[in-house]
C-alpha cells in the first residue's frame, strides 16, 4: 500500500513539473495578450486564453481533488471579454498560475531527486573509483570506507524523502492547488443556484413547448372529431324539425342518427378527456391503472407497483403515461417476447422503471416517443435516463418529485 502510494504521488508531482513549466510560458502569454487588448487585438486573444487557463485549472482542481479524495464540483463557465475579466473564477486562476510555477516546481524537483537519488547513491557507491570526482553527502570520495560510511547515510535519507516526504509534498501540493482554485461557499452556492435557474429555465422552456403541442393536439382532435360531429348532430336536429309534419318517417331516421352522433361525440369527448386525466386514475389508482396497462400489453408484462402513499395528480398521471408510452414503445419496435413495469416510492421521489428484452437500440431523434416522455418529466421537475444498447435490453427510468 505504502508502495503504491509513493508511485502515485510521484507520478502526481513529476507531472506538476511538466505543467509547471507550462505554467512559466503561459504566464507572459496572458499578459501579452492584456496588453493586445489596447490595439484591439486581445478583445478575442484574451478571453480565449483565459477560456484555456481556466479548463487547464479546473483539470488541475480534479486531479488535486482525486489525490486527496475530495469530491470537487465544476465551476462555471463565462464567455466574453467583460464577463471573464469581472468573473471571480479568473482571478482565481490567475492567482494561481505563478503559484504553481513556483510551487509546482520546486516539489516536483525534489520529487525527482527522491526518486532518482537512491539508484544513483548505490551507484555512486559501486563506480567511484572509476569517475572521479563523485561525492556522497557532498563529501568527495577518496576511499572505500568513507563510500561505505556515507553511502548508506545517504541513501536512508533519500529513501525516507521519497517513502515519506514524496507524499507529504504530494498531498500539500494538492491541498495548495484546492485552496486556490477553490471558490468560497458563498461563490460555490451562487454558481449551484445559477446552474438550476439555467436549468429550470430550459425545464420550463421544454414543458412550455410540451403543453403547446399538447393544446395543439387537443385542439385538433376537438375540431376535426368532436366539433364536426356536434356540427353533423345539428344540422340532422335541423332536418328532423323541418321534416316533423311533412315527413315523420325521415324525422325519425334524423333523430336516429342524431343519437347516433351524439354518442360518438360523447365517446370522442371521452378519448380527450382520457388523454388529459385517465378516468381509470380516478377509479383504480395508479396501481390498477398500471396493471391494466401491463394486461392490455400485446407483450407479456410483469407489473410491480409497490406501496406508494399519497401522490399528487399531476405525478399520478404523468407515471401512468410514462408508463403506457414505454410500453407502447415496447409493442411497436422492440420485438420483445417480454416486458416488466415497476412503480416505487423513495421518500419523496417515485421511481418508476419499464423494460423489456427486445432489440434495443433505441433511437431519440426517430418518434420513439421517449422525447414525448422527456418532455413530460421535464415539465414536474423529474429526470428520465434510457439504456438501450444495440441488441438490448432497453431500460426506461424515471424519478418523479412527489412530495407535498
Partial sequence: MRLREVVRDTGFLLLGLATGIAALVAIPLILTSGILVALGVGVV???AALGVLHRWAEWERRRAG???GVAVHPTRAVTGLGAVLWSPGTWRD???LPVHALAGMITSLICLVAAAGPLATVATMLIWPVVPN???LGLRITSWQLALTAGPVQLAILLALLLWGVPALAKWQAKLS???LSPSAARLKADELAERVD?????RTGAL????????RIERDLHDGTQAQLVALAIRLGI?????HQDPDMAVRMLQEAREGAEEAMTGLRNVVRTLYPPILADRGLAGAVSALGARCAVPTTVTVAELGEVPAAVESAAYFVVAEALNNVTKHARATRAAAAIDRVGDELRIEVGDDGIGGVDESKGTGVAGIRHRVAALDGRAEVVSPVGGPTGIRVVLPCGS
Avoid at 436549468?199 to 425545464?203: D, H, K, Q
Avoid at 413547448?209 to 395543439?216: D, K, N, P, V, W
Avoid at 328532423?240 to 316533423?244: D, G, P
Fill in 199 to 203: 436549468e429550470l429555465a430550459e425545464t
Fill in 134 to 136: 563523485m561525492s556522497l
Fill in 66 to 68: 482525486r489525490l486527496l
Fill in 240 to 244: 328532423a324539425e323541418k321534416a316533423a
Fill in 209 to 216: 413547448e410540451a403543453h403547446g403541442a399538447e393544446l395543439r
Fill in 45 to 47: 486573444l484574451l478571453p
Fill in 178 to 180: 484546492l485552496a486556490l
Fill in 94 to 96: 490567475l492567482r494561481w
